[in-house]
């Protein structure tokens, strides 16, 4: 044991730090780490080094083992907000004494210069498809500090040698080979995790899968949450489908399983991650549970009242690590909500930087447009011809990835011929941060902003966040108040949320000292990962393990 670790130093896989606390925990515990991890000696340096770590965490702080099966992960392979998540709370996670794994497919887009440690598996690995076994290459390594498998069907290649990681005919092929591969894998590697962490669509089908067949094969102790970022993202299909992988459409095929609640010939597969799943968690930062449930989500609100008192939910993180007014690289001065006078420093900086007229006493309304969502172009000028008129600095950045969102910037620029006026057509990650930091107030697309995460930025960097609507349609209308509803919700119902951009700038002139105090809060707020999104996941995983 102790040479495999001076061959992980000398790879790289662990630090000096860390392999000089795994030798003095075998040496400390030679009697009993002999029995659990000699059947480990034969493996390959990750899954040795997970079953080291997994003994030494549960010595620490009897910490959960967890194994996300998931189709995103920052930086490998990253589409919507479940990247970045998966990522996030694996650290935060991680941190706080839990083992975490994560299996995705081996697609051939993955960004493979992330992984430490790559390597194939030697070992047969085989998952029951179409009425027979197929085999698939495995590998592992280690990304951000969490260890990672990648499924690589062998018959089935195309299924993850595409341009795209979803949009395709045949997805419930794909992901349900994918979702049944990864419980065949888990199997016969012999992992025992205690949560198996499921997400989405597309790996909602594992729930009936692994009660169905996998759970009396070694895993009758685990259990499962299944995450959802999106419950309008229904996927139907036939029932005949589900034999695929291995299901019984009869069985299935029911109003209390899979069966669709509108569409009744159909099956529902995210229908199946509520029913099948011990927890569930919806992410989202600005609704409550009831909301959720009330919502128009593909008509599934009679099986989320059903399965109500195993639904919780959880805002998305933060990664403080990058967006940290206090040590930002790209600032000329850095800041905190103790100190505050480097704020002013970023605020000239950023006048200047623009070419707009350097005073401080200047309101800045910084706003930029992240890919993928919609812009309200007509909206927007009206709110910058306005904002100018009233004396106020206007910065819009874009993207360049839109070209519809180009051509309004470019137009909104030219219709607006303003010494207070400046638009940047693509986006530019240092300048993003000085906007941030020398800004008054930040525009929101929306204050559902699981990816660029612009509410979150603002009320790090000392900036108000405010709805981008018109003045007559606010913010108030989509926030929840009650207990149920997250922390930044909320917080911002309670201080930016109900300001239409006149009515901040009201609020920023006439009642400065309450404006301030508002800026200050949310500035010592903590919305990173390891804050109240790791806290709900914990509390969900310990519900799991009393079940």
């Known amino acids: 044991m102790l040479l495999r670790i001076d061959s992980m130093v000398l790879t790289g896989m662990i630090s000096t ?4 606390d795994l030798r003095r925990l075998i040496m400390d515990h030679k009697e009993s780490i002999d029995d659990l991890l000699v059947d480990t000696l034969q493996k390959k340096d990750v899954e040795f080094l997970a079953a080291l770590r997994h003994f030494s965490d549960r010595r620490k702080k009897n910490g959960f083992y967890i194994v996300h099966i998931c189709t995103e992960m920052a930086p490998l392979i990253s589409v919507g907000s479940m990247a970045s998540y998966i990522t996030g709370l694996s650290r935060a996670l991680q941190r706080k004494g839990h083992l975490v794994e994560v299996i995705l497919p081996k697609y051939e887009s993955l960004n493979l210069n992330e992984v430490q440690g790559l390597h194939k598996i030697e070992v047969e690995s085989y998952s029951y498809f179409n009425g027979q076994l197929h ?3 495995i590998w592992t390594g280690v990304v951000c500090g969490i260890g990672v498998t990648l499924i690589e069907p062998q018959y089935y290649s195309s299924f993850f040698s595409r341009e795209r990681v979803y949009g395709y005919p045949d997805d419930f092929e794909r992901f349900s080979y994918f979702s049944r591969a990864s419980l065949d894998y888990i199997v016969k590697s012999g992992k025992h995790p205690d949560v198996l962490h499921i997400h989405n669509w597309e790996t909602a089908i594992i729930g009936p899968l692994f009660w169905d067949i996998f759970a009396n094969q070694g895993l009758g102790g685990t259990r499962l949450l299944w995450t959802c970022h999106n419950l ?20 299935l095929h029911r109003p209390d399983r899979l069966q669709d609640n509108e569409k009744t010939h159909l099956v529902n597969i995210l229908k199946g991650g509520i029913v099948y799943a011990n927890k569930i968690i919806i992410m989202s930062s600005i609704q409550s549970k009831s909301k959720v449930i009330s ?8 099986t989320l009242n059903i399965h109500k008192d195993k639904l919780a939910i959880s805002p998305f993180g933060f990664d403080s690590s990058t967006w940290d007014p206090s040590k930002d690289n790209f600032l000329p001065e850095n800041y905190s909500v103790d100190s505050m006078e480097g704020k002013t420093t970023c605020k000239v900086a950023l ?14 309304v910084g706003c930029i447009l ?6 309200d172009m007509v909206n927007l000028k009206a709110l910058a011809r306005n904002a100018i008129g009233r004396g106020v600095q206007f910065i819009v950045m874009g993207n360049g990835n839109m070209p519809d969102t180009s051509r309004g910037l470019e137009s909104l620029e030219d219709e607006l011929k303003d010494k207070d006026l ?43 966040p405010i709805a981008l609507t018109s003045e007559n349609y606010k913010f108030r209308y989509f926030v929840d108040h009650d207990f149920e509803s997250t922390k930044f919700s909320r917080f911002i119902s309670s201080t930016f949320g109900n300001l239409s ?16 105090q508002n800026v200050m809060e949310g500035m010592r707020m903590d919305f990173s990962w390891d804050a109240e999104c790791c806290d709900i996941h914990v509390s969900a995983y310990t519900a799991l393990k009393n079940l």
């Open 370 to 375: 992240s890919e993928g969502s919609d812009v």
């Open 232 to 251: 309008n993202m229904s996927h139907l299909e036939h029932p005949d489908k589900l034999e695929l992988c291995g299901l019984d459409p009869a069985r």
């Open 295 to 302: 919502s128009q989500n593909q008509g599934l609100e009679p």
């Open 17 to 20: 730090d860390e392999a000089s």
């Open 351 to 364: 006048q200047k930087y623009m070419g707009l007229f350097e005073n401080d006493s200047k309101i800045v």
């Open 501 to 516: 951009l006149d009515e901040a700038l009201n609020e920023f002139k006439n009642n400065s000292s309450n404006w301030k």
């Open 135 to 137: 085999g698939n290459r």
């Open 422 to 464: 400046r638009v940047v057509l693509r986006y530019d990650e240092e300048l993003s941060h000085l906007i941030f930091a020398g800004s008054d107030i930040i525009l929101c697309q929306s204050f559902h902003d699981p990816i660029f995460q612009a509410p979150l930025k603002a009320l790090k960097y000392g900036a108000a």
